[in-house]
């Protein structure tokens, strides 16, 4: 094959140099606009495994890389005056010039054709290539020319940065976080050879402008950036090899995601994107190399197992699009975690996390490092974190103790006590008859009232029968539903350590429908044993466009009626001895209906404004609070994110958030969606655990984290890093009752309390996975 590489950075030369060793036959050039041996930044970063994948492939070049790089295994935090540890990450450091002039003379020794000094301007001079990989860069001239067939998406991120080098030498990859009179500045630092450090300087856009840093030039950002960072610095000067950039040289990150990677040209090559020019990952994790190298690889390795033959290549190249994207889109999701979390460090985590769980959350940023992930890599520096986290929820362990984990750590709020961050959700049964509880909700309450869970929450409980959302959802409306409750709540607290909570609301437009196993959403039919009732919201609306009955708009005696209906429901539930109200404000139902600008279209004081589309639920809200007992908690549930244009916002949910707890609620239970079938969720493990992580550190406030919560390793990272003060874990209850005592078990934590009626099966659950751990080691 005749095979012309455009750009000679990793992602090409280590391609050309693959393709060359696989058959010496192939016509092979790499094209670079730089002179020889010249280039531009300081150290580059990738991983351990990138560095066994190329060993596989290239033992030679790989170990050439080896001798030339800085490996090192330790993370080091300082902020606030303090310095932070944890070891066993395993990255390796190389200065991108070195790397370059490995891969090059690599090539050269091998029959690759180097062409420097050249500034290809389109694929269309290399007419006799068979194959031509475009790896030109983040700013590609030939995903540009195509761009109708790639279909980039590019998104320039807000945060400033400017790429240095030092002479200053670290033995750890630094994290540096400085605090001026404008807001936060941070520093990536790595050693990528015996002499030099790559020094990243990085602040939010609106920090950089009130320092005047887009006026001033290199020199004068150096300047700058030296004194700010001159502690850790200690003396060193910072350095620039981007002199012939124009102004600052601060830039902005460009996320690069392509829906197409290769097409076929106008003479018959086939042109393939490579590297930066088909996507981009931040270098807050250090994978731009890293998929530039494995890209290569990826596309070598199919050339050898499929042929590499000219008739070989529309195979090949779809097959390494499916491949690749797959992984791709894995490391960019945890790139653009990584990148979001220091775009909002400074406004967000900087200020009121102490330094021991700032550096936590930081090295959980991405979500692809777990809580056991960290103890697998750094034991001792984990057990000592959880041994702090303990502390401040007050359990204090002797150093021959083993620490507690911190979803079995107790939580406070008012005068009620959860003996651990468990929550079991409250989930629909759809099992009431006329609203009243019965056995089945003692049964289904009280198992998972015993299964370990801190805290119990029963399903939305409707405050009339026009607020349910079926025939058989639950009510509190009159005082025997009063009772059937009551009964509920005593068995759990006389038969476990559980606190229960009632989940109050109103179906609104939503209502009406029949039981879920027998058509979710749909309306009442004629078989139902009930008949479809009236419709209310916050105006006129068809949650199921053709098929949901439409609902009316509420009157000003609409309003007033309903919330005496809540009044009187959360009396009730009082009375009924639960330790918990939680206010429905979510999923499209009638109060989360006066929220979303999706539903609300009123023009009176109640539509318009964020702050008057919450006028009325703050009423309901505040009605509650005065008849609920002024020593127990109540929490407010939201939908964080209607998924929707033009509808609520994670930056809504913070005003949300605010509005309710200056009312007096003490958490914030963080959902999502549910609001309108036009919604577009993105969906994966933990996928709304973001939201309450925003809430609890914008607007100061507890929450709960919801959704995709599956086990004990996910709760264990989401409270360890402050993301959220509890965990609700619905499904996973729904499956196994005992779900919160399993995952104690499974993760040796034997001080969980069993029901003494189940003790004798506690041991042999623990001995049998402590089995299974041993036999996967």
Same mark, same amino acid.
């Given at each position: 094959?005749?095979?012309?590489?455009?750009?000679?950075?990793?992602?090409?030369?280590?391609?050309?140099?693959?393709?060359?060793?696989?058959?010496?036959?192939?016509?092979?050039?790499?094209? &670079?606009?730089?002179?020889?041996?010249?280039?531009?930044?300081?150290?580059?970063?990738?991983?351990?495994?990138?560095?066994?994948?190329?060993?596989?492939? +290239?033992?030679?070049?790989?170990?050439?890389?080896?001798?030339?790089?800085? *490996?090192?295994?330790?993370?080091?935090?300082?902020?606030?005056?303090?310095?932070?540890?944890?070891?066993?990450?395993?990255?390796?450091?190389?200065?991108?010039?070195?790397?370059?002039?490995?891969?090059?003379?690599?090539?050269?020794?091998?029959?690759?054709?180097?062409?420097?000094?050249? +500034?290809?301007?389109?694929?269309?001079?290399?007419?006799?290539? +068979?194959?031509?990989?475009?790896?030109? %860069?983040?700013?590609?001239?030939?995903?540009?020319?195509?761009?109708?067939?790639?279909?980039?998406?590019?998104?320039?991120?807000?945060?400033?940065?400017?790429?240095?080098?030092?002479?200053?030498?670290?033995?750890?990859?630094?994290?540096?976080?400085?605090?001026?009179?404008?807001?936060?500045?941070?520093?990536?630092?790595?050693?990528?050879?015996?002499?030099?450090?790559?020094?990243?300087?990085?602040?939010?856009?609106?920090?950089?402008?009130?320092?005047?840093?887009?006026?001033?030039?290199?020199?004068?950002?150096?300047?700058?950036? &030296?004194?700010?960072?001159?502690?850790?610095?200690?003396?060193?000067?910072?350095?620039?090899?981007?002199?012939?950039?124009?102004?600052?040289?601060?830039?902005?990150?460009?996320?690069?995601?392509?829906?197409?990677?290769?097409?076929?040209?106008?003479?018959?090559?086939?042109?393939?994107?490579?590297?930066?020019?088909?996507?981009?990952? *931040?270098?807050?994790?250090?994978?731009?190399?890293?998929?530039?190298?494995?890209?290569?690889?990826?596309?070598?390795?199919?050339?050898?197992?499929?042929?590499?033959?000219?008739?070989?290549?529309?195979?090949?190249?779809?097959?390494?699009?499916?491949?690749?994207?797959? /992984?791709?889109?894995?490391?960019?999701?945890?790139?653009?975690?990584?990148?979001?979390?220091?775009?909002?460090?400074?406004?967000?985590?900087?200020?009121?996390? /102490?330094?021991?769980?700032?550096?936590?959350?930081?090295?959980?940023?991405?979500?692809?490092?777990?809580?056991?992930?960290?103890?697998?890599?750094?034991?001792?520096?984990?057990?000592?974190?959880?041994?702090?986290?303990?502390?401040?929820?007050?359990?204090?362990?002797?150093?021959?103790?083993?620490?507690?984990?911190?979803?079995?750590?107790?939580?406070?709020?008012?005068?009620?006590?959860?003996?651990?961050?468990?929550?079991?959700?409250?989930?629909?049964?759809?099992?009431?008859?006329? $609203?009243?509880?019965?056995?089945?909700?003692?049964?289904?309450?009280?198992?998972?009232?015993?299964?370990?869970?801190?805290?119990?929450?029963?399903?939305?409980?409707?405050?009339?029968?026009?607020?349910?959302?079926?025939? $058989?959802?639950?009510?509190?409306?009159?005082?025997?539903? $009063?009772?059937?409750?009551?009964?509920?709540?005593?068995?759990?607290?006389?038969?476990?350590?559980?606190?229960?909570?009632?989940?109050?609301?109103?179906? %609104?437009?939503?209502?009406?429908?029949?039981?879920?196993?027998?058509?979710?959403?749909?309306?009442?039919?004629?078989?139902?044993?009930?008949?479809?009732?009236?419709?209310?919201?916050?105006?006129?609306?068809?949650?199921?466009?053709?098929?949901?009955?439409?609902?009316?708009?509420?009157?000003?005696?609409?309003?007033?009626?309903?919330?005496?209906?809540?009044?009187?429901?959360?009396?009730?539930?009082?009375?009924?001895?639960?330790?918990?109200? &939680?206010?429905?404000?979510?999923?499209?139902?009638?109060?989360?209906?006066?929220?979303?600008?999706?539903?609300?279209?009123?023009?009176?004081?109640?539509?318009?404004?964020?702050?008057?589309?919450?006028?009325?639920?703050?009423?309901?809200?505040?009605?509650?609070?005065?008849?609920?007992?002024?020593?127990?908690?109540?929490?407010?549930?939201?939908?964080?994110? +209607?998924?929707?244009?033009?509808?609520?916002?994670?930056?809504?949910?913070?005003?949300?958030?605010?509005?309710?707890?200056?009312?007096?609620?003490?958490?914030?239970?963080?959902?999502? $969606?549910?609001?309108?079938?036009?919604?577009?969720?993105?969906?994966?493990?933990?996928?709304?655990?973001?939201?309450?992580?925003?809430?609890?550190?914008?607007?100061?406030?507890?929450?709960?984290?919801?959704?995709?919560?599956?086990?004990?390793?996910?709760?264990?990272?989401?409270?360890?890093?402050?993301?959220?003060?509890?965990?609700?874990?619905?499904?996973?209850?729904?499956?196994?009752?005992?779900?919160?005592?399993? /995952?104690?078990?499974?993760?040796?934590?034997?001080?969980?309390?069993?029901?003494?009626?189940?003790?004798?099966?506690?041991?042999?659950?623990?001995?049998?996975?402590?089995?299974?751990?041993?036999?996967?080691?």
């Amino acid at each position: 094959m005749r095979i012309t590489c455009i750009g000679g950075g990793p992602a090409g030369l280590y391609f050309g140099l693959l393709m060359k060793k696989l058959d010496p036959a192939h016509q092979v050039r790499v094209v &670079e606009r730089n002179k020889p041996y010249d280039t531009f930044g300081w150290g580059v970063v990738f991983s351990d495994a990138t560095m066994d994948n190329m060993r596989q492939w +290239d033992p030679e070049t790989a170990a050439e890389i080896q001798q030339a790089f800085n *490996h090192w295994d330790d993370i080091e935090l300082h902020i606030k005056g303090c310095a932070i540890r944890s070891g066993g990450h395993g990255f390796v450091g190389i200065g991108r010039k070195k790397l370059l002039n490995i891969l090059q003379a690599r090539c050269e020794r091998l029959g690759v054709e180097l062409v420097f000094d050249c +500034d290809a301007q389109s694929d269309e001079d290399y007419a006799d290539s +068979d194959l031509i990989i475009a790896s030109d %860069g983040i700013n590609s001239r030939i995903r540009g020319r195509y761009a109708e067939v790639f279909k980039p998406d590019l998104v320039t991120r807000p945060n400033r940065y400017i790429w240095l080098g030092t002479h200053k030498l670290y033995d750890a990859f630094n994290f540096l976080f400085e605090k001026t009179e404008h807001g936060w500045f941070q520093a990536h630092v790595y050693k990528f050879d015996e002499q030099t450090t790559t020094f990243i300087v990085e602040c939010p856009e609106q920090v950089w402008l009130a320092h005047g840093l887009d006026q001033a030039d290199q020199q004068q950002s150096i300047d700058f950036c &030296e004194k700010l960072f001159a502690k850790s610095l200690q003396g060193e000067k910072l350095m620039t090899n981007a002199r012939h950039l124009r102004g600052s040289a601060w830039l902005n990150f460009q996320r690069v995601v392509c829906d197409q990677w290769w097409l076929k040209n106008s003479h018959g090559s086939h042109v393939v994107l490579m590297g930066d020019a088909v996507h981009t990952a *931040h270098f807050a994790i250090g994978s731009g190399t890293k998929l530039a190298i494995e890209d290569a690889i990826e596309l070598a390795r199919l050339f050898q197992q499929q042929g590499d033959t000219p008739a070989q290549i529309p195979q090949v190249l779809a097959d390494y699009q499916a491949a690749r994207r797959v /992984e791709t889109l894995r490391l960019q999701n945890a790139a653009w975690n990584a990148m979001e979390w220091f775009e909002v460090c400074g406004q967000r985590y900087c200020d009121p996390l /102490e330094p021991e769980q700032f550096m936590y959350s930081m090295l959980t940023r991405s979500q692809r490092i777990s809580h056991e992930n960290l103890r697998l890599r750094d034991q001792t520096w984990l057990e000592g974190y959880e041994r702090w986290f303990a502390a401040r929820a007050g359990i204090e362990r002797g150093p021959d103790q083993k620490p507690v984990p911190p979803m079995f750590t107790p939580f406070t709020l008012r005068t009620l006590t959860l003996k651990n961050r468990v929550v079991v959700s409250p989930m629909a049964q759809y099992s009431a008859v006329d $609203g009243m509880p019965g056995d089945y909700h003692l049964v289904h309450l009280g198992a998972r009232a015993m299964g370990g869970a801190g805290l119990v929450f029963a399903e939305m409980t409707c405050t009339s029968p026009d607020a349910r959302i079926t025939p $058989g959802c639950p009510g509190l409306w009159n005082d025997e539903q $009063g009772a059937a409750w009551r009964r509920i709540v005593d068995w759990v607290h006389g038969n476990s350590d559980a606190k229960m909570a009632v989940q109050l609301g109103h179906a %609104g437009a939503k209502g009406s429908t029949r039981r879920a196993w027998d058509g979710i959403d749909k309306p009442l039919s004629d078989g139902d044993t009930e008949a479809n009732w009236p419709l209310i919201s916050a105006s006129p609306q068809q949650y199921l466009s053709g098929v949901s009955p439409f609902s009316r708009a509420m009157t000003r005696a609409d309003m007033d009626r309903v919330k005496a209906e809540f009044v009187a429901a959360a009396q009730r539930a009082a009375a009924a001895g639960f330790d918990w109200l &939680e206010l429905h404000c979510a999923h499209g139902y009638l109060l989360s209906s006066f929220i979303s600008p999706l539903t609300n279209q009123r023009e009176d004081e109640y539509g318009g404004s964020l702050a008057n589309r919450l006028r009325y639920p703050l009423e309901v809200f505040a009605a509650l609070r005065e008849v609920w007992p002024a020593h127990l908690p109540m929490s407010v549930r939201i939908s964080a994110h +209607d998924w929707v244009e033009g509808g609520t916002t994670p930056d809504d949910a913070v005003q949300i958030a605010r509005a309710f707890k200056a009312a007096g609620a003490d958490l914030i239970d963080c959902s999502s $969606g549910q609001v309108s079938k036009q919604e577009k969720p993105v969906y994966g493990r933990m996928f709304q655990t973001p939201f309450a992580d925003r809430v609890r550190q914008e607007a100061g406030i507890a929450t709960m984290a919801v959704g995709a919560i599956s086990e004990a390793d996910h709760v264990n990272s989401i409270i360890a890093a402050g993301r959220a003060d509890l965990c609700a874990v619905a499904r996973p209850h729904l499956a196994n009752p005992a779900w919160t005592l399993t /995952e104690a078990a499974k993760i040796g934590f034997s001080e969980l309390a069993w029901p003494q009626q189940y003790r004798s099966a506690k041991s042999q659950m623990e001995a049998n996975f402590q089995r299974e751990k041993a036999q996967k080691a």
